[in-house]
């Protein structure tokens, strides 16, 4: 992004947040402002949804957002590039040195300036400021507005989202976005993507001379009805009856891929958590497992032949106190 933009655009105000703002801040402003003017449901919002994208791109990345601090600062303050500290009217060369690079005194340590030899900004000998300058913003491409000549740009980075459905997350999906230029870009969206995750796809973003930028995504994973996900593990809720739970019984559970046969071990209490190992989510790099919680279902009516059932095994196990011990360890 050209320098002279960074003079000119105030990114807090696009992105509605203050400057001290932190980067959850910042990311919550943008995803808001996003959703709000994205061009698929704002026609003509084009322009506003690229400037919320910039705006994000400087902000969101801490060494431009503290770079972009420094050129505002010298915007505001008016600065004028005098050289020794405390000139009339403007700011001294050591201040700004001190500002670009973080204490009064100059550059950093190892860091390569080239010395002017006439009468430039610094005076004789001094540091060439076109050459400092032109180094905050990639090295030889110089600073619009100083005199320096302007090398090939790369294309700036560009900041889309995408919301895809919780099966799509899982096994992968490819998403068809609308590029700055008005056109598409197709992105691969690879399994196991989590919710809020960013995906950079390389040179994917916007035009340039010496190259396009590249594009990151962020993705936005609607709910699903029956599974929600733990890591890489996939998770489920399993309904039993009371007489699978005591008496034990193998039952049909659903995956993402099919069903699979689940064995609910004799006297398995409400909550507890089965497990069927391969069969959750696969990424690259690993495969999760698929966790059972067993729910104990109580029926809500009976008939008379049930309550006979149950008020029989009542009877049976009236000895048996599951609250025994309870009062006692409250109290201790």
């Given at each position: 992004?050209?320098?002279?933009?960074?003079?000119?655009?105030d990114?807090?105000?696009t992105?509605?947040?203050?400057?001290?703002?932190?980067?959850?801040?910042?990311?919550?402003?943008?995803?808001k402002?996003?959703?709000t003017?994205?061009?698929d449901?704002?026609?003509?919002?084009d322009a506003?949804?690229?400037?919320i994208g910039?705006?994000?791109?400087v902000?969101?990345d801490?060494e431009?957002?503290?770079q972009?601090?420094t050129?505002?600062?010298?915007?505001?303050?008016?600065?004028?590039?005098?050289?020794?500290?405390?000139?009339?009217?403007g700011a001294?060369?050591?201040?700004?040195?001190g500002?670009l690079?973080?204490?009064a005194?100059?550059?950093?340590?190892?860091q390569r300036v080239?010395y002017s030899?006439?009468?430039?900004?610094?005076?004789?000998?001094?540091?060439?400021?076109e050459?400092?300058?032109?180094?905050?913003?990639?090295?030889g491409?110089?600073f619009?507005?100083?005199?320096?000549?302007?090398?090939?740009?790369?294309?700036?980075d560009?900041?889309?989202?995408?919301?895809i459905?919780?099966?799509?997350?899982?096994q992968?999906a490819?998403?068809?976005?609308?590029s700055?230029d008005?056109?598409?870009?197709?992105?691969?969206?690879?399994?196991g993507?989590?919710?809020?995750?960013r995906?950079?796809l390389?040179?994917?973003?916007?035009?340039?001379?010496s190259?396009?930028?590249?594009?990151?995504?962020t993705?936005?994973?609607?709910?699903?009805?029956?599974?929600?996900?733990?890591?890489?593990?996939?998770?489920l809720?399993?309904?039993?009856t009371?007489?699978?739970?005591?008496l034990?019984a193998?039952?049909?559970?659903p995956?993402?891929?099919?069903?699979?046969?689940?064995?609910v071990?004799?006297?398995?209490?409400?909550?507890r958590?089965?497990?069927?190992?391969?069969?959750?989510?696969k990424?690259?790099?690993?495969?999760?497992?698929?966790?059972?919680?067993?729910?104990?279902?109580?029926?809500?009516?009976?008939?008379d032949?049930?309550?006979?059932?149950v008020e029989?095994?009542?009877k049976?196990?009236?000895?048996?106190?599951p609250?025994?011990?309870l009062?006692?360890?409250?109290?201790?």
């Open positions: 992004m050209a320098g002279q933009d960074w003079f000119e655009k990114f807090y105000a992105l509605g947040v203050a400057k001290d703002a932190d980067a959850a801040t910042i990311k919550k402003a943008y995803r402002l996003a959703r003017h994205h061009p449901a704002n026609a003509g919002k506003r949804f690229k400037e910039e705006a994000y791109s902000l969101s801490p431009q957002r503290k972009y601090d050129i505002r600062t010298m915007s505001a303050g008016g600065a004028r590039f005098a050289p020794g500290a405390g000139s009339a009217g001294g060369f050591e201040d700004l040195l500002n690079f973080g204490g005194g100059g550059p950093r340590s190892g080239r030899t006439g009468g430039g900004p610094g005076g004789p000998g001094g540091p060439d400021l050459d400092l300058l032109g180094g905050m913003f990639g090295g491409q110089g619009p507005g100083y005199g320096a000549p302007a090398g090939p740009r790369r294309g700036a560009v900041n889309a989202t995408t919301r459905g919780f099966r799509e997350a899982v992968g490819t998403v068809t976005l609308r700055p008005g056109g598409s870009v197709t992105a691969r969206i690879p399994a993507v989590r919710d809020g995750q995906i950079r390389r040179a994917k973003g916007s035009p340039g001379e190259g396009p930028g590249d594009l990151f995504i993705v936005t994973v609607e709910p699903h009805p029956v599974f929600s996900r733990t890591g890489d593990d996939l998770v809720t399993l309904p039993v009371f007489d699978e739970a005591a034990g193998e039952v049909e559970v995956t993402f891929d099919g069903t699979v046969r689940v064995k071990p004799a006297g398995t209490p409400s909550g958590t089965l497990r069927v190992k391969g069969r959750g989510i990424t690259a790099s690993a495969t999760g497992d698929l966790r059972v919680n067993v729910q104990v279902v109580v029926p809500q009516r009976l008939d032949d049930a309550r006979a059932a029989a095994y009542a049976a196990t009236a000895g048996e106190d609250r025994g011990d009062m006692a360890r409250a109290r201790g």
